[in-house]
């Protein structure tokens, strides 16, 4: 499960917003009374998913949405680079 790189929260899952626009029919019907009703959407692309934990854009494409949630946490180096920059303290 990868970390978001923003708040570094674990991710299960991410979020994505559709910005659609919505038109409705306002007209009287035949007691006179205002009626209105949907009667289409147009929903646009979107190419933002949002971290579901502080709701920042951390993926602007698919592929990035899928390496987001496979990837291991980078941001902890692994021990063999740990050894490299700190060598053991050797008392000779
Ligand atoms: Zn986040």
Redesign the pocket.
Known sequence: MGK??????E?DSLNQICEASVFYRWYLNKEGKMMSEMVETDPQESTEWL??????V?ATNEEQVEQLLQSKDKGIPDLETIKEVYPPYQDD
């Open positions: 978001c790189p923003k708040c570094g929260e991710l971290c579901p934990h502080c709701n920042e951390i």
